[in-house]
Nanobody, 120 residues
Framework: QVQLMESGGGLVQPGGSLRLSCAASGSISSFDVLGWYRQAPGKQREMVATITRADRTNYADSVKGRFTITRDNAKNTMYLQMNSLKRDDTAVYYC??????????????WGQGTQVTVSS
């Protein structure tokens, strides 16, 4: 049983910064893709950032240049550094981990989410 736990959310003013953390119960080196997703009120969940085993990263256009996804295999933790935060960044942020299945398809795991609120 894989567990992911987000932390680091909170209330921040526009232009401020937060760093989100996602700790895994097992080795994150076992996952092929790690990522952060978010869901704002009244909207669908969207991809924010992903990172592969080869450290290739992808970002939503809305966060490019402001957010950075990283991982620390020794600590079994991944991070999302969020700078220059905007009101539109307000959402529940979820961490995600994916393993490619040997028989085909994917195993996907989700954390419980952490609230980020950007407001003056």
């Amino acid at each position: 049983q894989v567990q992911l736990m987000e932390s680091g959310g909170g209330l921040v003013q526009p232009g401020g910064s937060l760093r989100l953390s996602c700790a895994a119960s097992g080795s994150i080196s076992s996952f092929d893709v790690l990522g952060w997703y978010r869901q704002a009120p009244g909207k669908q969940r969207e991809m924010v950032a992903t990172i592969t085993r080869a450290d290739r990263t992808n970002y939503a256009d809305s966060v490019k240049g402001r957010f950075t996804i990283t991982r620390d295999n020794a600590k079994n933790t991944m991070y999302l550094q969020m700078n220059s935060l905007k009101r539109d960044d307000t959402a529940v942020y979820y961490c995600n981990a994916v393993q490619v299945r040997a028989i085909g398809g994917l195993n996907t795991y989700w954390g419980q989410g952490t609230q980020v609120t950007v407001s003056s």
